[in-house]
């Protein structure tokens, strides 16, 4: 009940591509959902993040679309750059009993120039 | 604003030995999480600190691992003995429950620890 599941574990896309990352979750207290960028040697920064009540949220190049009858929500990356490559992990925060926060596996995108 | 800071970077220990790692919040952050990271998965909650008070150490492994919260502020993580399973990068993060959005974590750069 507490696990996230990501795919895929990889992704190459040429520059302006729009690479998809979905994940899934199966606790339904969750109410807080961010994505999260992690460049190598460096400690995962947040991205963008939603919570349950919309479908939708974009910020510049970044959408996450979001089903919450399906447990299921999506990171868009539109126009994809080359300095987009990175490793991007989903991430379900919330829950009974004080919050937690479960990460995914992690998808590490690769943006040819 | 400085970001959360750790140290070291780089630990390279044998299996048995004991290390600690260091980690110094933003300030005024109440909340201070541990993490594990091991190569190819995501972090791992270790421990979560509200001031100095234990939130969350449900998945710590407690005959080895130890961590503490310095007056509300800083915060070690110990481990002795070292396995090599022990091998990951540990981040440090935290958050202000006090803002409108208290689960935004900020973390730090990570120590990466090799047991041998």
């Known amino acids: 009940q507490q696990q996230v599941k990501q795919s895929p574990q990889s992704l190459i896309v040429q520059k302006g591509g729009i690479p998809i990352i979905n994940c899934a979750y199966e606790?339904?207290?969750?109410?807080?959902f961010p994505w999260y960028q992690q460049f190598p040697g460096k400690g995962p920064a947040l991205l963008i993040a939603i919570r349950p009540d919309v479908s939708e949220k974009k910020e510049g190049r970044f959408t996450i679309s979001f089903n919450k009858s399906a447990k299921q929500f999506s990171l868009h990356i539109m126009d994809s750059q080359p300095g987009d490559s990175a490793t991007y992990f989903c991430?379900?925060?919330?829950?009974?009993?004080?919050?937690?926060?479960?990460f995914g596996a992690g998808t590490r995108l690769f943006v040819k120039a | 604003e400085a970001g959360v800071a750790q140290s070291p970077r780089y630990k390279i220990i044998e299996k048995r030995q004991s290390v600690a790692f260091w980690c110094n919040p933003i300030?005024?952050?109440?909340?201070l999480y541990w993490y594990q990271q091991i190569l190819g998965q995501g972090p791992k909650l270790l421990i979560q600190?509200?001031?100095?008070?234990?939130?969350?150490d449900s998945q710590l492994p407690k005959d080895r691992f130890s961590a503490e919260r310095l007056k509300g502020v800083d915060s070690t993580l110990k481990i002795q003995p070292a396995k090599l399973e022990d091998s990951a990068v540990y981040l440090c993060?935290?958050?202000?429950?006090?803002?409108?959005?208290?689960?935004?974590?900020?973390f730090g750069p990570g120590t990466r620890l090799t047991v041998t």
């Open positions: 600190f509200q001031n100095n008070g234990v939130v969350d």
């Open positions: 300030s005024g952050h109440a909340t």
């Open positions: 993060a935290s958050s202000d429950p006090g803002q409108g959005n208290s689960y935004e974590q900020y």
């Open positions: 991430a379900a925060s919330g829950g009974t009993g004080g919050f937690k926060t479960i």
């Open positions: 606790n339904t207290a969750f109410d807080y």
